[in-house]
Nanobody, 115 residues
């Protein structure tokens, strides 16, 4: 069974930084692309950032220049470094394989940005 577990969220003031972690089990993160998603109350889950199998990265326009996605194959972990956070970044953040979400969705990690 392929699973992911997100961590690293918290409460931060606008302009602050957080780094989220996503540990996968049952499948190597290097075997496919990996992506971060977020879901705010009342909204659908949206793609935030992804790293392809070959290492190329892609970001939603709303986070471009502020967020950085990276992958640590040795620890089977994917990270999302978030800088210059804004109140509109408040959401539950999830990770999964991409483009096919091969893992069972985790609980996510809550990020709250206060103004």
């Amino acid at each position: 069974q392929v699973q992911v577990a997100e961590s690293g969220g918290g409460l931060v003031q606008a302009g602050g930084s957080l780094t989220l972690s996503c540990v996968a089990s049952g499948r190597a993160v290097s075997s496919d692309g990996m992506a971060w998603f977020r879901q705010a109350p009342g909204n659908q889950r949206a793609l935030v950032a992804r790293v392809n199998r070959d290492g190329d990265t892609n970001y939603a326009n709303s986070v471009k220049g502020r967020f950085t996605v990276s992958r640590d194959n040795a620890n089977n972990t994917v990270y999302l470094e978030m800088n210059n956070l804004r109140p509109e970044d408040t959401a539950v953040y999830y990770c999964n394989f991409y483009p096919f979400p091969r893992a069972s969705w985790g609980r996510g990690t809550q990020v709250t940005v206060s103004s």
